[in-house]
């Protein structure tokens, strides 16, 4: 592993039904993001973690939940999704220093 | 509250002609500033970042951003655009919470 990892690369999900999306580093960044890219409105942050352990919601966190038991991973899970849902999710970390973040590939959620 | 405001959400401009994707601000936010691209299916690339000292900033492939305080502006310029710079350009802020806000992003297409 090089970076920071996403599975799966796309989805199709049906409504109501629950979804994780994974995401691993192996960076040993302390901070980990998860966004959701929507045309027309750019990345928005949906939940956050500047340490193992802790998280905190950013923009739009409603339907979404996230945990961080360990360092490298940070799962982003859709409860009941909704075709709302459908987007590209990045997940992103950085070293907390002031550093940029470093981004996935991305996964492509399409719920129908 | 932290906005990060692209003024541009297209910029079509011929090959080898200088171009500026702006950004502006909102001060309430730290000043720590980035530049992404990203190309077609692909995740974000840092371009360059702002944290201190200069405000002339020179990243990847040519590309520069000069960060000007009094007008919370970031605006990003290349002398000379090719073909392969054709991207979605985003701007970002960094929040003392350790969060990255971005905006809604500019579209560069380079026209042969």
């Known amino acids: 592993i090089a970076g920071i990892t996403q599975a799966p690369t796309s989805q199709i999900l049906a409504a109501g039904r629950r979804m994780t999306l994974r995401c691993t580093q192996d960076?040993?960044?302390?901070?980990m993001y998860w966004y959701r890219q929507d045309l027309g409105l750019g990345l928005r942050l949906i939940h956050y973690s500047n340490t193992a352990g802790t998280t905190g919601k950013g923009e739009v966190p409603d339907g979404y939940s996230v945990s961080r038991a360990n360092t490298d991973d940070f799962p982003l899970t859709l409860a009941s999704a909704v075709p709302s849902q459908t987007s590209v999710y990045f997940c992103?970390?950085?070293?907390?220093?002031?550093?940029?973040?470093?981004f996935g590939q991305g996964t492509r959620l399409t719920v129908v | 509250a932290q906005s990060v405001t692209q003024l541009d959400s297209q910029v079509p401009v011929f090959e080898e002609a200088p171009v500026e994707l702006r950004c502006n601000y909102s001060s309430s936010v730290s000043v720590y500033l980035f530049w992404y691209v990203q190309y077609p299916n692909q995740g974000l690339q840092l371009l360059l970042k702002?944290?201190?000292?200069?405000?002339l900033v020179k990243g990847i492939n040519g590309f520069e951003a000069e960060f000007n305080k009094s007008q919370t502006s970031f605006h990003l310029r290349k002398p000379s655009v090719h073909i392969s710079d054709t991207a979605e350009y985003f701007c970002?802020?960094?929040?003392?919470?350790?969060?990255?806000?971005f905006g809604t992003g500019t579209s560069l297409t380079v026209i042969p």
């Open positions: 960076m040993r960044h302390n901070a």
């Open positions: 970002a802020v960094r929040t003392t919470g350790n969060q990255f806000y």
């Open positions: 702002y944290l201190s000292g200069s405000t």
């Open positions: 992103a970390s950085s070293d907390g220093t002031g550093n940029p973040a470093f």
